[in-house]
């Protein structure tokens, strides 16, 4: 199996995703197409001695699309951008799935076009995975699709439904409805709309989720326009740094609490894992009829190496095929 990376995607590029890429290749295996400035990436490879015996292609393209561009103007523009070549190379079958931390919204706009969009499904939606007190849940949408009817937000829910059984395992994942009460009279006319339509499917729903609970586990799939899902990732992103960065500071404040530290080292560690972006390395964009992972601009090694590592399982599981039965089942029950 083949992996695309853009090379040039992320606030690193290209060391840490080559660097990432590599340590997947390494550990499971994987043919990876590092995609982007051919001389770049070959410099990067020159740090590893052992690149000789991994199978990684360099495939140039020399067009990088940065953070301040319109994704729409700048694909048009650069057409030997990383992010459209990487998708095409998904898109003629030379490579299983796409990984890419690079500008999210170019991301989305060059998958949808080298893929297109699955039957029945009209919006794409970034899923990441996020810690619980129980385990995990999937936040969909967190940024493919600000702008949403009610509509889209059903057919996130069956796609984040099949998401849940794929990637977390749950035989049949609850589906939360993130709103600003519990009620089902509470939230905005999106909102109102979608938990009709969401309650009378055959999906298990539990109901409104205000964004208190998203990580209490009293759901496996939130549900969420695109601009919510990404103010509400990104605050709990910030929220989780703030609390470690004070944590450390009053573990070395004094004697005693360096000593308490010592002693509780292993379940600082465990807490740090449980609620490190990186562990879950990317996002999968359903909805498009192709394997694309979208990583956080700020990807470390680990991060991309499990990215990755995710768009490999997800090629080998066949999500995309599933999520397509799923959606033509759904579309023929509404009929």
Do not use: W
């Amino acid at each position: 199996m083949r992996i695309a990376v853009d090379a040039m995607g992320g606030d690193h590029a290209p060391g840490r995703p080559v660097d990432g890429a590599l340590a997947a290749a390494r550990d499971l295996g994987l043919g990876i197409d590092l995609v982007g400035r051919a001389g770049e990436i070959r410099a990067e490879l020159q740090r590893h001695p052992d690149v000789e015996s991994l199978d990684v292609r360099v495939i140039d393209a020399p067009d990088v699309i940065d953070m301040a561009e319109s994704p729409v103007q700048a694909l048009r523009r650069k057409p030997k951008a990383s992010i459209r070549v990487a998708a095409g190379r998904v898109a003629s079958g030379e490579a299983a799935a796409l990984f890419s931390a690079g500008h999210t919204g170019a991301c989305v706009v060059a998958a949808h076009a080298a893929f297109g969009m699955l039957p029945g499904v009209d919006r794409p939606a970034l899923a990441p995975t996020v810690p619980t007190r129980q385990g995990s849940a999937v936040l969909l949408d967190v940024g493919a699709t600000a702008e949403c009817r009610p509509a889209h937000l059903l057919q996130f829910a069956h796609m984040g439904a099949v998401y849940a059984r794929v990637g977390l395992g749950v035989a049949r994942p609850r589906i939360g409805l993130l709103s600003i009460g519990e009620e089902a009279t509470k939230g905005n006319d999106l909102t109102r709309e979608a938990h009709q339509l969401i309650r009378a499917s055959a999906l298990e729903f539990v109901g409104n989720v205000e964004a208190r609970s998203i990580f209490s586990g009293a759901a496996d799939v939130i549900v969420c326009d695109g601009f919510t899902g990404n103010v509400a990732l990104k605050l709990s992103e910030g929220l989780v740094e703030m609390v470690e960065e004070l944590l450390g500071e009053e573990l070395q404040s004094t004697f005693s609490s360096q000593m308490g530290y010592l002693l509780s080292r292993r379940a600082f560690r465990r807490f740090r894992k449980r609620v490190d972006y990186s562990e879950f390395g990317g996002a999968p964009l359903l909805g498009v009829a192709g394997v694309c992972i979208v990583g956080h601009g700020r990807s470390s090694v680990k991060a991309v190496r499990n990215a990755v590592a995710m768009a490999s399982r997800l090629a080998d599981q066949r999500v995309v095929e599933r999520v397509r039965h799923e959606m033509a089942t759904f579309a023929v029950t509404r009929s």
